[in-house]
């Protein structure tokens, strides 16, 4: 059977919730469940609310902000990881490998990579840099929209201009114009 609910759990449950504590801290203290803790809180008067909504969003936001920076900070060591990385494609570089017999080390010095490195240079950038925007998006800006119908009205220019040059030859003129 359970126990009563005395007067001093209500004045206990009304301290510790004046003095901020949680629905689960005051239940530990005063030695009841959580839920007895809720009736008791529900049945004062006024009745005590542990609402902790505007709390939890406030802590979220904070989260939000601090793991956006540390994207973005892990998205600037991976550019610069992309571009010492880069660095590496046509830089000296030594050759090494067990070779003959005996199994004996060899090291040859070679102007650059060779093409195997090279490309798995090229991968490994490839990578660092799309982790890199995949964690921090390069803003297009305000006038992105402006930019891609500029180029679309361009590129329609161009298959126009084209398309007249190649008119023209058709119908006998000047070979390119």
């Not at 195997?116 to 840099?129: C, H, L, M, P, Y």
């Amino acid at each position: 059977m359970a126990r009563p609910i005395t007067d001093a759990d209500r004045r206990r449950v009304r301290e510790l919730h004046a003095a901020g504590k949680s629905r689960n801290e005051i239940a530990r203290k005063i030695n009841r469940s959580p839920s007895t803790v809720s009736k008791i809180a529900a049945n004062l008067d006024p009745p005590l609310s542990f609402d902790r909504a505007e709390q939890v969003e406030a802590a979220t936001r904070v989260r939000t902000a601090d793991l956006a920076a540390r994207r973005a900070a892990l998205a600037l060591d991976l550019q610069g990881d992309a571009e010492r990385l880069r660095a590496q494609l046509w830089a000296p570089t030594v050759h090494g490998e067990f070779a003959g017999r005996e199994g004996e080390w060899h090291e040859t010095p070679l102007p650059q990579p060779r093409f195997g490195d090279q490309r798995a240079i090229i991968a490994s950038v490839q990578t660092a840099v799309g982790t890199s925007l995949r964690l921090a998006p390069a803003e297009g800006g305000e006038d992105a929209g402006q930019v891609r119908s500029m180029l679309g009205a361009l590129g329609e220019a161009l298959t126009q201009a084209a398309n007249d040059d190649q008119a023209h030859d058709d119908d006998g003129g000047d070979a390119g114009g």
